[in-house]
């Protein structure tokens, strides 16, 4: 006999997708690979099963469709993302497609039908490890996606443009994916908070308010490569020691302003030799804040102290705008639908921002947006030590059911 109406499903299903990776050794799923193809259709599957059509866009988005009561009802979004970051949790995005799953298998059973439909999308590419930039999914049925993403490449030099064909998509269609303007009257995300807010007011679930606006950028210092025996340290040129002057001035710079965050993830010393003096160095910035103006800000200091201490190390800098997102609030009536569903669970809530990025904020420009924060174990994510509680789950996919089935369309 299962513990739970929802949990004991979803967390096999959770496990069943944590298991499709590009590695042996760790959770990495990536866009446009093999693991994105088996991840879509597992799910795709299980939303056939739960009396769902299915259609995989030229996106790379796996969406699934319950009909309304009516033909030409308004459609209710619902979902999350489907791939990770490198040595990720499996809960990350993956809470977010399992969630709905569960609720319109139950709606299903008992053989509703709404006064809406409801379209869950297993996004592609929120993270943006592959190729820097994220949030392609999402994107393109937001119909803000850029085809000058298709020339990025990934660490092998392929572009996302021939990554498209070799997975057996044709990038020309991904236009098409948008969808027009008012037919889409929601969309509303559930996801684990991935910070300790929740789990240190005692609570399980909670409404976001806003998701930070985050900036990606690519740095790379060049100075000159030289024997690590002979060239006095005052006569060097010495690439990594300006990246690292750099990360210490990111830190000391977004060290004290509330939602403003900097962080360095990705460093590369080249050409990588014990006996070698590092002639470039090539890092990644990723800058946010809950308005993109603190954010802009902090990052136009921190160009300027990179270009002063390059010119002081008689180095050069480049730098390649990745990604950018704009801060965005969540629909304040949605917002008060998400808490009355979490208090009908019987429990008490909160309202918190999301320093996260999410395909909600993606999708704001289209339709109104609404999210729900579940609790994680000690606030970890983008790491395999990311855990739930089962009992969590379960509430917020009652929470999640009840914002669903009491859903209204609003202006
Ligand atoms: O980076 C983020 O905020 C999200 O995990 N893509
Ligand atoms: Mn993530
Ligand atoms: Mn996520």
Same mark, same amino acid.
């Given at each position: 006999?299962?513990? %739970?109406?929802?949990?004991?499903?979803?967390?096999?299903?959770l496990?069943?997708?944590?298991?499709?990776?590009?590695?042996?050794?760790?959770?990495?799923?990536?866009?446009?690979?093999?693991?994105?193809?088996?991840?879509?259709?597992?799910?795709?599957?299980?939303?056939?099963?739960?009396?769902?059509?299915?259609?995989?866009?030229?996106?790379?988005?796996v969406?699934?469709?319950y009909?309304g009561?009516?033909?030409?009802?308004?459609?209710?979004?619902?979902?999350?993302?489907?791939?990770?970051?490198?040595? @990720? +949790?499996?809960?990350d995005?993956?809470?977010?497609?399992?969630?709905?799953?569960?609720?319109?298998? !139950?709606?299903?059973?008992? +053989?509703?039908?709404?006064?809406?439909? *409801?379209?869950?999308?297993? %996004?592609?590419?929120?993270?943006?490890?592959?190729?820097? !930039?994220?949030? $392609?999914?999402?994107?393109?049925?937001?119909?803000?996606?850029?085809?000058a993403?298709?020339?990025?490449?990934?660490?092998?030099?392929?572009?996302?443009?021939?990554?498209?064909?070799?997975?057996?998509?044709?990038?020309?269609?991904?236009?098409?994916c948008?969808?027009?303007?008012?037919?889409?009257?929601?969309?509303?995300?559930?996801?684990?908070?991935?910070?300790?807010?929740?789990?240190?007011?005692?609570?399980?679930?909670?409404?976001?308010?806003?998701? /930070?606006?985050?900036?990606?950028i690519r740095?790379?210092i060049?100075?000159?490569?030289g024997?690590?025996g002979?060239?006095?340290?005052g006569?060097?040129?010495?690439?990594?020691?300006?990246? $690292?002057?750099?990360?210490?001035?990111?830190?000391?710079?977004?060290?004290?302003?509330?939602t403003?965050?900097?962080?360095?993830?990705?460093?590369?010393?080249?050409?990588?030799?014990?006996?070698?003096?590092?002639?470039?160095?090539?890092?990644?910035? !990723?800058?946010?804040?809950?308005?993109?103006?603190?954010?802009?800000?902090?990052? $136009?200091?921190?160009?300027?102290?990179?270009?002063? *201490?390059?010119?002081?190390?008689?180095?050069t800098? $480049?730098?390649?705008?990745?990604?950018?997102?704009?801060?965005?609030?969540?629909?304040?009536?949605?917002?008060?639908?998400?808490?009355?569903? *979490?208090?009908?669970?019987?429990?008490?809530?909160?309202?918190?921002? /999301?320093?996260? +990025?999410?395909?909600?904020?993606?999708l704001?420009?289209?339709?109104?947006?609404?999210?729900?924060?579940?609790?994680?174990?000690?606030?970890i994510?983008?790491?395999?030590?990311?855990?739930?509680?089962?009992?969590?789950?379960?509430l @917020?996919?009652?929470?999640?059911?009840?914002?669903?089935?009491?859903?209204r369309?609003?202006?």
């Amino acid at each position: 006999m299962p513990a %739970f109406r929802f949990a004991d499903r979803m967390l096999e299903q959770l496990d069943a997708l944590g298991r499709i990776s590009e590695s042996p050794d760790f959770l990495c799923r990536t866009f446009l690979t093999p693991e994105h193809r088996t991840a879509h259709e597992t799910v795709a599957g299980w939303m056939r099963e739960a009396g769902m059509t299915v259609e995989h866009d030229a996106a790379g988005n796996v969406v699934g469709r319950y009909a309304g009561a009516s033909s030409g009802a308004p459609v209710l979004m619902t979902g999350s993302h489907l791939d990770t970051v490198r040595n @990720a +949790g499996k809960y990350d995005g993956m809470l977010g497609v399992i969630a709905p799953l569960a609720c319109v298998a !139950d709606l299903n059973r008992r +053989g509703v039908r709404l006064p809406h439909a *409801i379209e869950l999308v297993g %996004f592609a590419n929120e993270e943006g490890t592959r190729f820097g !930039d994220a949030m $392609a999914g999402s994107r393109a049925i937001a119909g803000t996606f850029d085809a000058a993403t298709l020339a990025k490449t990934d660490r092998q030099g392929v572009s996302m443009g021939d990554a498209y064909k070799a997975f057996g998509l044709d990038p020309a269609k991904i236009g098409g994916c948008a969808r027009k303007p008012g037919s889409i009257a929601a969309f509303m995300e559930l996801h684990i908070e991935q910070g300790p807010v929740l789990e240190n007011n005692g609570l399980a679930l909670g409404v976001v308010t806003a998701i /930070s606006g985050a900036r990606r950028i690519r740095v790379e210092i060049t100075g000159l490569a030289g024997h690590a025996g002979t060239v006095p340290m005052g006569q060097r040129q010495d690439a990594l020691v300006a990246a $690292a002057e750099t990360v210490s001035f990111i830190e000391r710079r977004c060290t004290g302003t509330e939602t403003l965050v900097g962080t360095v993830g990705m460093m590369e010393a080249l050409p990588g030799a014990m006996n070698v003096i590092p002639g470039r160095a090539v890092f990644s910035v !990723d800058i946010r804040a809950g308005d993109d103006a603190t954010r802009d800000a902090a990052w $136009a200091d921190i160009e300027t102290e990179i270009r002063a *201490i390059c010119s002081r190390r008689r180095l050069t800098v $480049a730098f390649t705008d990745l990604y950018r997102s704009t801060a965005t609030p969540c629909h304040p009536a949605l917002m008060d639908a998400a808490e009355a569903a *979490i208090t009908a669970q019987g429990v008490t809530t909160m309202r918190l921002p /999301s320093g996260a +990025g999410h395909d909600a904020a993606t999708l704001a420009p289209l339709c109104p947006i609404a999210m729900i924060f579940m609790r994680c174990t000690r606030g970890i994510s983008h790491n395999p030590l990311e855990a739930v509680i089962p009992e969590d789950v379960e509430l @917020a996919t009652g929470a999640l059911l009840h914002f669903i089935e009491n859903f209204r369309p609003v202006n």
